[in-house]
C-alpha cells in the first residue's frame, strides 16, 4: 500500500471553530487513518486533543462541552497516516509545546529532506527529542532563533527558511494562526472562506464539508499570519526555483471532489484514462475499475475507447482498518475479501481492469486470478500512470525500490508475473500533458527519479 | 430511510464454522448494522455471543480462543437492521433457549403477518415474552407441541405451518441445522457447499465471502434438516398458491454482486436502468447516480440512452453510523456530509440523477438543490422502481403511508416539491418484464397495495 | 471462595428513583460482583438495564437522561454474585418480561431447593427457558395460573406458595411493587422509609447509603405489594414450620453495618471473637485479623482475652476483581499479593491469627507460612465458626463436600496440614448462643448437616 | 484532600523486569492514581508505555507480548497523583525522549523548589516544553552540558546538581538503570534485591508485592548507576547541610506495610497515637478511627488510654475514584456516601474519633455531625500530628494557606467550627520524639513554616 503524509487544517475568526475542524478533519480522513487532533483557543486558552485512530474514534467520545461555541475563535487540525511501523500517541499531531510564554501548537503534511540532517545538528547543541516527527525539528530551529517577548512567528518564519523538502504547515498560538508551503509546492493547501472565517485544509473537499468556498492555494514559499479577527499577513518567506507539485496526488491521494494544484482530481483522472486509451488502446469487451481508486480513471478510458464501462468488481466497505484476516489465509487474500467480482458482468468477456499503481505485484495477480475464476475470457491491465521506480523523499511512504517490482522488471515481466494478457502504463509525458499547468510544475521524481531537492543526511 | 429486516446465515460440517460465519456476516453487513451474533456447536456443546453494533464491532473483541477452530462443526449467525426506535439487546439474534433437553437458537429474516395474533394467543396460555421478536413467537409454538424426547425439528415444523408471512430461518441444536423458507419465498434464501461443509446464507455474497459456491435457492415452503456430517433431509412442509419473491429486494436491498432468487441483482439493476431510459427519455448533458444504490440503474440508463455517465457525487464513506452531526445542522444537513457533489463533472451541465426510491421526498429536494449550487442548469430525476404508496408486512421496514409521499401525492406534485425539471419513475409492468422469472413469481405489493397473504391481527 | 447469592433493592414513590437504587446497590456489592441491573417506571413506561461488571461499571457510562426524575416513581435493582463458571448477560438480574398486558421484572436471592424439580416440569408443559435463573421458573409458574386482564400479583402469590427453598423477591411492572420472602426466612429482606417512599434491600446498609430509615424486615412468608403512591398490602402467603435464617449472613456475608435478621452485623461478629475466646484461649503476644473480614472478631477476640489486638497483615485494595495475576505463579499466590504481612508488628510475636473460615485450607497453609517468614515464633488460628462440613442448598455457592477440607479431616489434621500452632473453631452452640433469636431460629446446615428443607430435583 | 507527588521504580538485571514493575506499581498506587507508566528495555530496544488512570486501567489491556520476559532486563515505572485541575497524558511520566543517541526516560518523584526558576531560564536559551514537568527541566539541563557520545549519566548528574528541592528519581537508557535522591532526602527511596536483580522503590511495600528484600536507602545526595547485569556504581553527587525527611510520609502518604526512612510506617503511626494519648487524654467510651489512615493512631491512642477500640465506621471500598455523586447532594455529602457510621457500635457512647488531619474542617464536621446522628452522645476528636499552617514547596499538594483552616483559626475555634467536644493535636515535639532519627532529621515546615531550602522563583 502506498501511503500519504497526512492532512493538515486551519481556522480563524469563528465561534464554532473546534466543530468545523472536526468537520473538515473527515473530509481529509482519506489521507490519514493513524491518528487524528485538534488544538484550538478557546476563551483565551489554547487546549489540545488528541489521540489515536479515526477521526471520529478520537473526537466521538469527548464530552459535548468540548465543542461549545463561545469564544472558540481558531483551531488547527490533522490527520495522520497508519505506517505499518510502530504508530504511536507520541507522534501524533498537532504537536504542542511552551513556546518561550505562548502555548504553540504546529502540525504538517510533507517530509523534511534534510530533517535527518537538522535533528543531528539540534541533538548536538542540545535539543532532546519526542518522537520522529519532522514538526520537532522545526520547533527546535524556531526556539533558537527566538527572541524573547515576541510572537512566535518570526522564529518560524526562520525555521520554515532552514528545512527543505516537502512541508505544508499550521500553527497556531494565542497570538494567531499561521500557514505556510514549502517553496517548491510539494504538497496542496488550500486557502478558503467561510463567511468572516478564513480557513485552509490540504483538500478542498474540507471546504465543502464545512460549508467554506475556496479562494487561492497557499503560494509555495508563502507564509500567512491570520489573527483572530480574520486579518491576514502574507509574505515570501523563499522562492525556489522551480515549483515541484506532486503529481501522484491527482493519481491517487486526493479526492476526487477536491481542486488539487488548482485542477479538478476527478476530470484529471478521467483525462489519464483517455489519454491512456489513446497511448495503449485494448480489444476488450468491458473496461472495469479496481474500485474506488481505479474508477474515474476506467470512467476515462471507456468513454475515449468506447468499450462499455463495467462496475464489474463490489467493494466491501464494511471491511475497514481494523478487520481481523481469518487465521486460514490460504483460502482467500485478504484483498479479495474486500473486493468481490460480480460474476454475470465478466463472465465470458476479455475484460480490460484499470488501476492506478502496481506496486509489488502480488495484489494485481491475484486480482487477475479472480477474474478469470469467474470467467474473464482474457484479462489486460491498464495502469493510469508510469511505472513507480524511485522512493519519495518529500512525504509519500512508498516501499523501498527493492520492493517496486517495476523497480527490477520489464513491463512484460510484470505482465508476466501478474499473469495478464496484456499491460500497459500511462506514459510520463502523456500524463504531464492532461494537467492543466506546465509540465515543469511537476514533481515526478517516483516515476523518473528526478529529485527537484536532494535529501540531506 | 428503508429498512431491511435482517441476514440469516448457516453452515453445518465444518472444523472453521465460528470463523467462516463471522466472515459471511461481513457480506450481509448491509441487510442489518443494528446488531450480530453467532450461535454455534463447539466440542458438543452450544455457545451464543451476540452484541449491539457492526459485525466487527461485536466480534473483533472476542479472544482468539473463541474463534478455535477444532470441534466447531456447525454454527448460525445474524445480523439485525436499526430501527429509528428502541434497538436493545433483547431484541438480538439467534434467541436462544433450553428446549427440553436441547440448546437451541433461531435467527430469522422476515416478518410474521400473523405474528400479532399469535402472540396474544399464546400470552393467553402462559407464555411469556422477553422481546418483540417473531422468533419468540416460532418457538413458543414449537414448544407446545413438542414430545419429550425428540429432536425440536418437528415441533418447529409444526411451528413453521402455523405462521404467516415472511420468514427465511436457520436453527441450531445439538442435533443438527435447521433451515427453512415462506411458502411464498418473500425473502432470500440460497444453499451451497464449501468442500463437504452446506452452507445456507440470506444472499450468495456471503459465500464469495466465505469461498463457498452456489448450488441452488432453498425452495419456498422447504425445511431441511442438516446433521453434523453434512447429510441433509428436505421437506415441503407448505405450499402457496403462488410464490411472492420481494421486488424490492432487487431494486435496494441486496448487494449488486448477490444472486438472489437466481437473478444477478447487478445484471437487473441495469436493466432496470435501461428499462427506465426506454420508458422516461431525457434531455441531458450527463447521467448522474446518486451513490451507491443508484449507481447501477444509472449505468444501465446512460448505456440505453448514449448519454455519458458521470460520477458526478462523492460518497465519503468515512461517515458511518455514528458519525455525531454537527449542532449548527441548518448549514447543512447530514446527507450533504456524506454525498459531495463535484463541481467541474457538474457545472453547466444539465443533470439526469438516477436513483433507486423517492420517500418522503426532503432528501431529493436537497439533493436536487445542492445540484444547482454546483452549477447544473437543469436537474432530472429518473426513479429505478414505482412510487411507494402502501406498507410492507414481510419484513421491510417503510415509513407508514401517511409519510410516503407518492401516497399522497402525484408524481407532477413530487416533481415540484423535490424542484426538480422532470421526474419519472420506472412502471411496474417494464419493472417486472426485466425480472427473468415469471412476473406472478413476485411481491409488489408497496408499490401495487396487492398484498399475497393478509396480515392478521 | 465462598459466593453469596446477590441482592435486591426496590423502592416505590420517590422521584429519584432509579439514583436512589443505584446508589443503594453501591452498598450491596459486596453481594454479588457479577452483573448489575436496574428495572424501572419513569414516565408510565418500564425499562430494562443491565449488564456485566460492577454497578459502577455498569451505570456510569448511561447518559445522564437515564437518571432524570420526573415521573421516575419505582424501580428494582440486583447485584448478582460471581460464579467461577459462566457468567452471561442472559443470567443477570432483574429479569423482564411481557407478561399478558404488563411489562413485569423479577430480581431475587436465593435458590429454590425444588428449582431442578419445577423446570424439567415446566419444559414438559411447553415452557422454554433463557438461562438459568431460577426467577424464570418463577415467571413461568405466575403465567401459568394468570387470568388475563388481572395484574400479576395473584399470579406470583400462586408461584411463590409452589416453589421451595430461599427466595426474597423484588417485583416491578406498571401496576406497582412487590416484595416476598421465603417462608423459613432464609435470606434477610429489610423495610424501610425514605420521606413518603417505601424502600426494600437486602441489608440495611442499603438504606444508610440512600438516607433511608429501617423499620422492620419483611416477614418470612410475607408478600407485600406496594403501590406508586407508596400505599402497601401486606399478606401472609404461606407459613414454615420453623423460621430458618441463615446464620452465615452473620459470620461473613452481611456488611458489618447493616442490621441483618434484627442483629447488628458487626456487635454479633465482635460476639463471636469473644465466645471463641471463651471456648479456646491461647497463649499469644497479639490477636492479629485476617482483613477485612476477620477484623472483628479478632477485635472481640482481643477484648476478651486482653491479648493486644494488632493490624498485623494489611490488604491492598487496589487488586480487584480484573487483576491479571502475574505469570511466574510459584513466587508468589495471588492471596498474598492482596494481603501483605507488617513485619515490625509480627517479628519475634506468638500470633494469633483471626479468620471466619477454612475452606480448603490451602489459603490459610499460605498465610501461616507468610507469617512465619516475617518472624512470627508461633501461629495460632482461631475460627470465628464451626467447620463447613455440607453444602447449602439455600443460596450460597460453597465448594462441594469434597473439597470441603473440614468434611474429611478432623481438627488437628487441619492444623497439621496449614502448620499452625494450634487451631479452634467456635462451636456450634456457642454461635447460636451470641445471636439473640431464639437458636431454632437459625439455619446452620452447612455446619450441622440439618437441612430445614429437603431439595427436590 | 492532600495529594502525594507520585511513586517511582526501578529494576535491572531481571528478565521479568516489566511484570515485576507493574506488580510493583499496584503497591505504590496510593501515591498517585492519575495515570502509570513503564519505560523498560527489551530485545537491546528501549519501549514506552503510558495511560491515564490507575495501574490496571492502564496495563491490563496490553497484549501478553508486552509483558514477554526474554531479554527484558531493565524497566522503570511511575504512579502519578490526581490534581484537582486539568490531569493530561503530556504530564504523565515516565518523560522519554531521544537524547543523543539514547533513548533516555526519567520519572521522579518530589518537586523542585528552584523549578520555575530554570524553566525561565531554559525557555531564555531556546528550550521548548512539551508540559508542566520538572522531569523536562531535569532532561533541558542534562541536554545543555551532554558531551557527544558519552552515556547521558554524567550529564544528568550535572543536571541533578543544578536543582534544588525534592527528587527521588529513576532513569533508564539502553546503558542502564540510573536512581538518585535529592541531598535533603526529602521522599523516600529504597534499595533492594530479587535474586540477582536491583530494585528501587518509593516505598518497601513494593518490594514485598515483587518477592524482593529491602537492603538499604538510597542515601541522600547519592547517584547510583546500575548496569544490565546488576553491577553497581554509587556516587555521591552532593550534600545538604541537614537531612529533611518529609514527616507526614510517616503520618499520612506512605503505606503502614512499609518501610520509610528506615521506620516501619505501622509501627509509628501508633506511636503518635500513643504519644496523643499521652499528651491529650480524653474520658470516653471508645476510640474510634476515621479508617482507613486513621486506623493505626487509633490503635496505639487505644492501647496507651486504655480506652476500647470499635470499628465504628465502616467504609465502602466500592465507591472508587469514579464514582458519580447523585446529583441532589444536599441529601448526603459525598464522604458519607464512603463512610458509614455504625450505629450500635456508637449509639449512647462518648466517641473520640482519631483522624490524621483535619484540612478545611468541613469533612470533619460532617462527621462528628453523623456520629451525633447515630447517637453519640460525645464527640471528640484527636488529630496524629499538629495543625496544618504553611504549604509544601517539595511534593505535597496542599490547598493553599488560606483554605487550611489552621492557618487562620485557633484550635478552639476549630473545635467549633466542627462542632466537636474537645478536639486536640498531636505536638510538633511530641511527634519527632517518636521518630528513632534525629529530630534534626525531618522536615516539618508544614507544621512549622521552617523551609530547609527556600523556593527560588
Redesign the interface.
Known amino acids: 500500500m502506498i501511503k500519504e503524509a497526512c492532512g493538515v487544517l486551519g481556522i480563524a475568526n469563528n465561534n ?1 471553530a473546534a ?2 475542524t ?2 473538515g478533519l ?2 481529509l ?2 489521507r490519514g487513518q493513524e491518528s487524528a487532533g485538534i488544538f484550538l483557543k478557546r476563551s483565551g486558552q489554547c487546549e ?1 486533543n488528541k489521540g489515536m485512530g ?3 474514534d478520537v473526537f ?1 467520545k469527548l464530552p459535548k462541552e468540548w ?1 461549545k ?1 463561545e469564544g472558540q475563535t481558531m483551531a488547527i487540525g490533522h490527520v495522520r497516516y497508519s505506517t505499518s511501523g510502530k504508530s504511536t ?2 507522534n501524533a499531531q498537532p504537536f ?5 510564554k505562548w502555548h504553540l501548537a504546529l502540525a504538517h503534511n510533507g517530509t523534511l529532506s534534510n530533517g535527518a540532517y537538522w535533528r543531528k545538528q539540534l ?2 547543541s ?5 518522537g520522529d516527527l519532522d514538526t520537532e525539528i522545526i ?2 530551529l524556531a ?2 532563533s ?1 527572541q ?1 517577548g515576541e510572537t512566535p512567528w518570526k522564529a518560524l518564519e526562520y525555521a520554515l527558511t532552514k528545512v527543505e523538502g516537502a512541508f505544508s504547515v499550521v500553527a497556531l498560538c494565542e497570538d494567531g494562526l499561521m500557514v505556510a508551503r514549502d517553496p517548491h509546492g510539494f504538497r496542496p493547501l488550500a486557502l478558503g472562506r467561510l463567511g468572516d472565517a478564513v480557513v485552509v485544509a490540504s483538500e478542498t ?1 474540507a471546504f ?2 464545512m ?1 467554506a468556498k475556496y479562494e487561492r492555494d497557499v503560494r509555495p514559499g508563502e507564509m500567512i499570519v491570520i489573527k483572530e479577527d480574520g486579518s491576514m499577513q502574507s509574505k515570501q518567506f523563499a522562492t525556489a526555483s522551480r515549483i515541484s507539485h506532486c503529481i501522484f496526488e491527482h493519481v491517487y491521494f486526493s ?3 477536491s481542486l488539487v494544484f488548482e485542477d ?1 482530481v ?2 484529471l483522472r478521467k483525462k489519464f484514462g483517455a489519454q491512456l486509451a489513446l497511448e495503449h488502446p485494448v480489444e476488450a469487451d468491458i473496461i472495469a475499475p479496481v474500485p474506488d481508486s481505479g ?2 480513471a476506467a ?1 476515462g478510458y471507456a ?1 475515449a475507447s468506447g468499450i ?4 464489474g468488481i ?1 467493494r ?5 482498518r ?3 484476516k ?3 489465509e490460504d ?2 487474500t485478504a484483498v479479495n ?1 474486500k473486493l ?6 465478466i463472465e465470458g468477456k476479455r475484460v480490460c481492469l484499470v488501476e492506478d499503481s502496481i506496486v509489488r505485484g502480488n495484489t494485481s495477480r491475484e486480482r487477475v486470478r479472480t477474474l478469470r475464476e469467474n470467467g474473464a475470457t482474457e484479462v489486460h491491465m491498464r495502469i493510469s500512470c508510469p511505472p513507480h521506480i524511485s522512493p519519495c523523499y518529500y512525504g509519500i511512504d512508498f516501499p523501498s525500490a527493492e520492493e517496486l517490482i517495476a523497480h527490477s522488471h520489464s513491463i512484460d515481466e510484470i505482465a508476466k508475473i501478474i499473469d495478464a494478457d496484456s499491460l500497459a502504463y500511462l506514459s510520463l509525458d502523456g500524463m504531464l500533458s492532461c494537467a492543466s499547468k506546465d509540465n515543469a510544475d511537476y514533481c515526478h521524481a517516483c516515476f523518473s527519479g528526478e529529485y527537484p531537492v536532494k535529501p540531506k543526511m
Open positions: 464554532n466543530e468545523l472536526r468537520l473527515f473530509a480522513q482519506h489540545l479515526l477521526v471520529g466521538d465543542w461555541t500517541l507520541i504542542a509545546v511552551e513556546f518561550d541533538k548536538r542540545g535539543a532532546i527529542f519526542q520547533l527546535h526556539a533558537q527566538h524573547e473537499s465543502d464539508m460549508g479526492r476526487p471532489d479538478c476527478y476530470s474508477t474515474y470512467l468513454e462499455p464501462f463495467e462496475m463490489m466491501n466497505h464494511y471491511i475497514g481494523t478487520f481481523i481469518p487465521s486460514p483460502r482467500k475479501l468481490n467480482p460480480i460474476r454475470k458482468a
